[in-house]
């Protein structure tokens, strides 16, 4: 990425004023800035896309600026729409994982890398459980809507891993730290609203969410450019 692009300087200095006013509880400035973080990181990828701009992607950013400005609400009615909103673009990330899973030409996976997947898989069928079981009852309204939401995670998190290990890039690390950045935001978003309201967990969840931009944006931007993915 270019440091001197204005969309990126712009989403740096929106990015520490929106946690700042988190941190501060500035309600004004939440509003102003959190819009500015995604919309900011759009425009990047609109500027910096060297090939043709991805419907998909696009559609991506812009579900991600709806659901960041719903779940401004902070409100139980409205999360059902903002599990909605994520929902379609885990599923786009997954679509894309998979279809780019069977294009590659994966090698047997040696004793390590598959160690690698049943250890990933493990932690994340374990978080997937906590949100379903722990943090959420069985009896609340959003239940199913959290069910599907968390398998949905839970299996984007597999594939990437397995796309990772079977084809080692830049493109694929960007990858795999953003959709890790997903799940340790909706997690301890889940923690801080629905199970023990500890500061700290909304800390995280804002922070993976902010920084998460940048991994997801450097993806598609590299992306294009590797001919195997």
Do not use: H
């Amino acid at each position: 990425m270019k440091a001197s692009s204005p969309a990126l300087i712009l989403y740096i200095f929106s990015s520490i004023f929106y946690l700042l006013s988190i941190i501060f509880d500035y309600s004004d400035l939440i509003l102003l800035f959190k819009p500015i973080i995604a919309s900011s990181m759009l425009f990047y990828y609109l500027q910096e896309c060297k090939g043709k701009v991805s419907f998909w992607y696009t559609l991506i950013l812009i579900l991600l600026f709806i659901s960041g400005i719903l779940n401004t609400f902070e409100d139980e009615l409205v999360l059902v729409y903002v599990i909605i909103v994520n929902f379609f673009v885990y599923g786009i990330l997954l679509t894309n994982t998979i279809l780019s899973i069977f294009k590659l030409k994966i090698k047997l996976l040696d004793g390590v890398n598959v160690s690698y997947v049943i250890i990933t898989s493990f932690f994340l069928m374990t978080l997937a459980y906590v949100s379903m079981f722990v943090v959420f009852n069985p009896t609340s309204d959003i239940y199913y809507f959290i069910v599907l939401y968390s398998i949905t995670l839970l299996f984007l998190g597999i594939f990437n891993t397995i796309k990772f290990i079977a084809n080692y890039s830049k493109a694929n690390v960007y990858l795999m730290i953003s959709t890790f950045c997903f799940i340790i935001c909706d997690l301890f978003y889940a923690l801080y609203y629905y199970y023990y309201d500890f500061i700290f967990f909304r800390y995280i969840s804002i922070l993976c969410n902010v920084i998460n931009f940048y991994f997801l944006v450097s993806y598609f931007l590299e992306k294009p450019n590797k001919q195997s993915q």
